[in-house]
């Protein structure tokens, strides 16, 4: 998983036609005790529901951002365009849409962690493919406001201004790894510490950046033992375990492409992180860490072959993929397995080798309930067509006995003709 980006925007002069028929003139009053306070220019256009635009100077430009307060989630703010917000503010309210499960009985706690700051840790032994936090963000915002001619860190203090106190406080609260001397704000620096990715419910395939009080403290490891996936159907980001994780151990997210080679890793984890990694793979003996970089380098190289999208290359051949599979899997790359088990399944069918169809194909359907969850709506579609309940095909999956793949056989020439 690469963790959340920030990309630069400036003002243009295009008039926005959100604003036609608004009344902007009302001021926000600032909350007690609060620590941040909506800038002069910030202008309450809506009440009920509570929405506020940033900043009345940048009225008329394509920039202009507005801040949505969720009446049901008053510990969260969106920010976004007037039009997107409208959308957003119809679906949240809809009645189906529950809270989502939270992390009451934790398996995890958060404590001090030599070297690194704070850190999550197992509290109990964790099964993989388990889902170990769901949180809703306390911050969303769309893509591309880092910097909003002119309003810098107080934009970000009028888009905290709205929440309560103590969400302006766990924001606060996260870490900032940026240098003091590099001019970024209290504000934007957590945001390029901790910045998740959060898809949008009105556009799933949209990328816009979170902070969560609990998620954004998983530190970084070149083989994690957790995953970060966001829920547009739920509107929460999770951590699921991508294997079993003992009492006690860390739990690790990858913030960087994880099939680049070592030295290629920590210049990226210096440069936005600003640590120098040294977790066990990066500390591999250097006989171990070249074997290592050439498994990562030969799947990489793949994946450019692959260009980003699903369709394999003509020269790509199922024993080649067979092979990188093999490499993942020696190096604990999920992510990477996850999509070489589709290519695998796709050069299988290619070459009519059905009973490897199948194998890739509930392998597949294995690593998406892994990294999304076994409630993921994906899921759920590929478990009906083998045939199975999905809470059927996790307990095939959990029951720790090998994977019979010749019982899907059946179950997936009919799901195909249904
Ligand atoms: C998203 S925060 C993770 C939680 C953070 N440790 C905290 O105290 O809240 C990212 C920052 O944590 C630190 N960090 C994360 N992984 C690390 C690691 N493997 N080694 C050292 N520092 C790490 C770096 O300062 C990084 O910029």
Same mark, same amino acid.
Request: hydrophobic share 40%; charged share 25%.
């Given at each position: ?17 959100? #604003? ?20 002069? #220019? ?11 635009? /940033? ?22 703010? #969106? ?25 009451? /009985? ?9 070297? &690194? ?176 970089? /050439? ?5 990489? /190289? ?46 299988? &069918? ?33 478990? &009906? ?34």
């Amino acid at each position: 998983m690469k963790r959340g980006f920030l990309k630069t925007e400036k003002a243009s002069g295009a008039r926005s036609r959100s #604003f036609n028929n608004l009344n902007l003139t009302t001021s926000v009053v600032p909350l007690q005790n609060a620590p941040f306070n909506f800038s002069p #220019f910030s202008r309450v256009i809506s009440r009920d529901p509570y929405i506020v635009e /940033a900043d009345d100077r940048l009225r008329g430009s394509d920039s202009v951002q507005f801040l949505f307060f969720p009446s049901n989630i008053p510990t969260s703010v #969106f920010v976004d365009t007037l039009k997107n917000i409208h959308t957003f503010e119809k679906w949240i309210n809809q009645a189906q849409r529950t809270p989502p499960p939270n992390s009451a /009985a934790p398996a995890f706690a958060i404590r001090g962690c030599a070297g &690194k700051g704070l850190g999550v840790f197992a509290q109990r032994a964790i099964r993989r493919g388990e889902l170990i936090m769901a949180e809703r963000p306390v911050y969303v915002s769309r893509p591309g406001i880092s910097t909003i001619a002119n309003s810098g860190e107080a934009f970000y203090e009028s888009a905290l201004a709205g929440l309560s106190p103590d969400a302006q406080r766990s924001v606060l609260a996260l870490r900032n790894a940026q240098p003091p001397d590099n001019g970024v704000g209290a504000i934007l620096g957590r945001l390029h510490t901790n910045a998740l990715v959060a898809k949008p419910p009105f556009d799933p395939s949209a990328r816009y950046l979170a902070l969560f009080p609990n998620l954004c403290r998983l530190n970084h490891d070149c083989t994690p033992n957790s995953h970060y996936s966001f829920s547009s159907e739920t509107f929460t980001g999770r951590i699921l375990a991508v294997r079993a994780i003992e009492e006690g151990e860390e739990l690790t997210l990858g913030y960087v492409d994880l099939v680049a080679p070592r030295d290629a890793r920590r210049v990226g984890l210096r440069e936005k992180y600003h640590f120098e990694c040294t977790c066990p793979t990066c500390e591999l003996p250097e006989e171990k860490l070249l074997v290592s970089d /050439a498994k990562r380098r030969v799947i990489a /190289a793949y994946f450019a072959r692959l260009g980003g999208g699903t369709k394999i290359p003509a020269d790509a051949s199922l024993e080649e993929v067979k092979q990188l599979i093999k490499h993942a899997e020696d190096d604990g790359l999920v992510e990477a397995l996850s999509i070489l088990v589709v290519s695998a399944l796709r050069l299988a &069918k290619k070459a009519k080798n059905h009973h490897e169809e199948i194998k890739y194909v509930v392998d597949g359907v294995n690593w998406m309930r892994i990294l999304e969850g076994n409630d993921a709506p994906g899921f759920c579609v590929m478990a &009906k067509r083998l045939g199975m309940e999905p809470e059927e095909l996790v307990e095939v999956f959990d029951c720790g006995e090998p994977i019979d793949y010749a019982r899907f056989k059946e179950l997936l020439e009919r799901g195909r003709k249904e």
